[in-house]
């Protein structure tokens, strides 16, 4: 048994281990001596991580084969902590987005965590400890534009995550969300067009976020910390609307309107 804020010894699963934020935390909770259990669709790109992770177990597959999920579980074995971070993201105007695209962007965004952690959450009730979390985001709490089904499912799965954490962490399973603001990953590049073709090409405020390593050493203090929500950025201004939305919500409003009428003109003209 680890001291409390401590991860040495624990047995830490990832998704979206591949890339970005996931691969943060791999090297992180290795460098903190937990065993990390790497998950993602790219089996090379979770190898290559997870070559630089001391204590790691490479376990790929598809979040959104739910048949398959069961299976997955139960190889993974005993859980203290599952950190549910594989994520796509949206590039579209409501108007131009089809309804499969915001299928997709559920499935991998919220049906996917909740299914993994209501596979996982039984074995933790019967033991009395465990953890829980979601990399959720700033779109978890704000609505900007271009990203309406993305802010769908991130406020979808905060909501989840908030209300689970009122059924179970009195029966010692701590549930964390995780909302990073802008972090350098590639996930401005893989995110969906309207018609459900890959962007290609990354953001300008993604790349001027802070690195995925930073994003992981300031989650790994917040856990360490036990705090039940995390925000995770380097004081860029999309940190502020966090603030703003709680000390003053109509005038974040007005700022993410001008934002989106701003973007519209761009792509529209006018
Ligand atoms: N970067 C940011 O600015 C930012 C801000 C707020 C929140 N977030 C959230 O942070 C999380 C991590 O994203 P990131 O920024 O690190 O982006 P990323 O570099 O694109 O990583 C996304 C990860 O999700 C995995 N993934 C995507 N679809 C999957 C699927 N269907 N099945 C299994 N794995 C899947 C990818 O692995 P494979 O390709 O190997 O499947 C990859 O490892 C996401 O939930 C994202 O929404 C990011």
Redesign the pocket.
Known sequence: MSKPGSFEGQRVWI????????AGLARAFGKAGATVIL????RE??AAVGADVPDAVVLP????DHDALPAIVHHAGAIDLLIN?????QRSLAEDTDLSVYRTIME??FF?PVHLTKLVLPQMLARGTGHLAV?????GKVGSPQRTGYCAA?HAVMGFFDALRTEVSHRGVQVTTIV????R???GA?ALTGDGSVKGAGDDD?DA?IT?DEAAAIILDGMARGLREIPVGGGGPEMALLDLKRQDPDRLLDLMGGMGEAVVRKLKGG
Do not use: C, M, Q, Y
Not at 15 to 22: D, H, M, N, V
Not at 85 to 89: D, H, P, R, T
Not at 135 to 139: G, I, Q
Not at 180 to 183: A, I, L
């Open positions: 998704t979206g281990a591949s890339s970005g934020i996931g998950s993602g669709r790219n790109a979770l597959f598809e979040a959104t971070n594989a994520g796509i993201s991998v965004d996917a990399v959720a985001s700033v779109a991130k990073p603001g802008f972090v990953t590639e996930i893989r993604v976020g995925a």
